[in-house]
């Protein structure tokens, strides 16, 4: 069904951890499971964070000239690049997570991040979103 079209609506797809990107650069996640997340999470539902469980060693290099920023980002002279590989290829002994180290998370990072990021999607749907005019189909 064309929602568009036979209804006259607008759908939005929201990517929170580029909104929260946006709204800071330090809330950057670079993978899964990392700082960001595991912030988020310690804020969200602590219970479901299990520190112990959390293996981190970084991410293997895989040349000299070319350093390893996540499982598919890469930069070369400080322009990054996305080469899908395995996040086995670039995380040793992976356990799950690969973004920036887990263990510098923080429930007061999660807390900041996702209170910031829903008081900006709440004002965005609100006085953004709402006003917005479909032309006419």
């Known amino acids: 069904m064309n929602l568009r079209k036979n209804l006259q609506v607008m759908g939005l797809i929201v990517d929170w951890w580029s909104v929260a990107e946006q709204l800071n650069p330090a809330w950057k996640e670079t993978g899964h499971a990392g700082k960001e997340e ?7 539902y602590p219970q479901y964070v299990y520190p112990e469980r959390i293996r981190w060693e ?3 290099s895989l040349s000299d000239t070319v350093e390893t920023l996540g499982s598919a980002t890469f930069a070369y002279q400080g322009i990054a690049y996305h080469i899908w590989l395995n996040t086995s290829d ?18 007061e990072q999660g807390k900041e991040s996702v209170e910031a ?7 965005f749907l609100q006085h953004g979103f709402a006003t917005m005019q479909l032309p006419s189909v």
Do not use: C, K, R, W
């Open 38 to 44: 595991t912030s988020a999470m310690l804020y969200l």
């Open 90 to 107: 670039v995380v040793p002994n992976f356990g799950g997570n690969y973004g920036e180290d887990p263990h510098l998370a923080t429930v």
């Open 117 to 123: 990021v829903i008081a900006h999607l709440a004002a």
């Open 58 to 60: 970084g991410f293997q």
